[in-house]
């Protein structure tokens, strides 16, 4: 096979897969478990495996030579990757589970209609045979019932490795600003010395809208969608309000909605509460990067996105100081969001002073009729 036909049968870059082959980067762990199926013969699985577990072990030397940064990162990696594999299996138990609850309701149902029938009927043998019946729909309930509480039980194991996912994802994003933050201080030279790294770095190089736009586009057209992403998170954290607002506007203007999204969302799951509250107070009028094209305060914009995607620790501190400053409309969207989180998440923002209902309510609440303004 030819590189470009191993990057293409692997579903990477073939830049990105020439970094690894050269020893200039790490690949991620799941990769080496693609490569060995990919390469090895498919009907010797278990050396397949074992290979793969080798592979796993010298990736993890390999990581831990380069610092407890990567070593970190490559233990992130392997995290998110058990987790989704228990995701996976939770939910294919959680599906069987339900079929069979099902089979057993349905058994339960059919013993009662045939009793009903038969008692109904002056057949001989009736009592029999509906003893029978009942012993069946008695098992089917039975039955039925430990279903129901083994199916209970697996949705919420599934909504707790759901839970572990997501902060699994916070830890590897900011494992990954960590490592972009000591690469733009730090990069090893041909001759094995240090030299400050000056390509494509965001906090360098981005350091207006226009600059950000370009250096975007050209990681995502380098597949640098790690590095993409980090650009954005550096520039929610610690560029000038009016100046995020300002890059917000410019991506649609751009062909690169989906970049405004990102930046939205890289604000709520990153940014802190002071910083938020900061955000959230820009007044300045942008067009909404989704299909409709209304002009919104970007505060507005982030409002929602607060309210669903920041930490419930940090939301209960952006709370407390649009209460303290009476910022009613920001604190309706944050409402509205937050609406669809846990209950336990919902609790404490109802005890920070934020109503907060259930997602039910909250759709009772946005159907029913405003009542009659007071002419008074």
Not at 171 to 196: C, Y
Not at 210 to 237: F, P, S
Not at 243 to 259: D, I, K, M, N, T
């Amino acid at each position: 096979m030819t590189s470009a036909d191993l990057a293409a049968a692997l579903g990477v870059d073939a830049t990105r897969l020439s970094r690894y082959l050269s020893g200039q980067s790490l690949p991620e762990p799941q990769l080496l478990t693609r490569l060995h199926l990919l390469l090895a013969d498919q009907g010797e699985e278990p050396s397949i495996h074992k290979a793969s577990r080798e592979s796993r072990a010298l990736l993890y030397a390999a990581a831990r030579s380069k610092g407890p940064l990567s070593a970190r990162a490559y233990e992130v990696a392997e995290l998110q990757e058990k987790l989704n594999e228990q995701q996976t299996e939770t939910a294919r138990s959680l599906a069987q589970l339900r079929d069979e609850l099902r089979l057993e309701r349905d058994r339960r149902r059919q013993a009662e209609e045939e009793i009903v029938r038969l008692r109904q009927a002056n057949a001989t043998e009736r009592d029999e045979e509906v003893r029978r019946l009942a012993a069946e729909r008695d098992g089917a309930v039975r039955r039925a019932a430990e279903l129901e509480d083994r199916v209970t039980q697996t949705e919420a194991l599934l909504r707790l490795q759901q839970e572990d996912a997501r902060h699994a994802k916070e830890m590897a994003e900011a494992t990954a600003d960590e490592v972009l933050r000591w690469e733009g201080e730090h990069e090893t030279d041909p001759d094995g010395g240090q030299q400050q790294k000056s390509s494509l770095q965001p906090e360098l190089v981005a350091t207006s809208p226009h600059e950000a736009i370009e250096l975007m586009t050209k990681l995502r057209d380098q597949d640098e969608n790690d590095a993409a992403d980090g650009l954005i998170r550096q520039i929610v954290r610690s560029w000038p309000p009016d100046e995020v607002a300002a890059l917000y506007a410019e991506f649609p203007r751009h062909g690169r909605r989906l970049e405004a999204l990102r930046l939205l969302d890289a604000a709520a799951r990153h940014c802190d509460g002071p910083r938020l509250r900061d955000l959230l107070l820009i007044r300045t009028q942008v067009y909404r990067a989704e299909p409709d094209f209304d002009e919104k305060p970007l505060g507005i914009l982030l409002a929602s996105k607060v309210g669903s995607l920041t930490p419930v620790a940090e939301l209960v501190r952006v709370v407390r100081y649009l209460r303290e400053r009476s910022q009613e409309d920001r604190l309706e969207e944050i409402a509205s969001a937050a609406s669809y989180r846990p209950r336990t998440e919902r609790r404490q923002l109802n005890e920070a002073g934020l109503l907060v209902t259930g997602p039910l309510a909250s759709a009772f609440l946005l159907r029913r009729p405003r009542p009659p303004q007071s002419q008074g």
